[in-house]
């Protein structure tokens, strides 16, 4: 259990650890590199800064701290997210879509 899960990095592709976030119902602060703003909508579903903004990362931290409800209507948006575009049957559908595709159909 975590009151906010915080990826500071600089590189990413796609970070199975904000989804793992995500489904726990975690709130994310993250530096919007690589596929994280993929997965994360500032604002909307997480927070976003840019990525060595030491002060935005600490005031985004912080304001989710000093508004738990802000966390929990991210981490609400997030799952919600995460159900629509990252669930088994929303993968079997995409994969099926781009095979259909490939084979003309």
């Known amino acids: 259990r975590a009151d906010v899960f915080v990826l500071n990095s600089t590189y990413e592709g796609l970070p199975h650890v904000v989804l793992e976030a995500m489904a726990a119902g975690t ?4 530096t919007a590199v690589g596929g994280t703003p993929e997965l994360i909508e500032d ?12 002060a935005a990362l600490a005031a985004a ?23 629509d575009r990252f669930s088994s049957g929303a993968m079997i559908e995409a994969t099926e879509s781009v095979l259909a595709s490939a084979a003309g159909g």
């Open 27 to 30: 709130p994310v602060v993250a």
């Open 43 to 54: 604002g909307v579903t997480g927070l976003l800064v840019k990525p060595g903004d030491d």
């Open 61 to 83: 931290i912080r304001r989710l701290f000093e508004s738990p409800s802000l966390g929990d209507t991210l981490a609400r948006s997030a799952q919600a997210v995460l159900a």
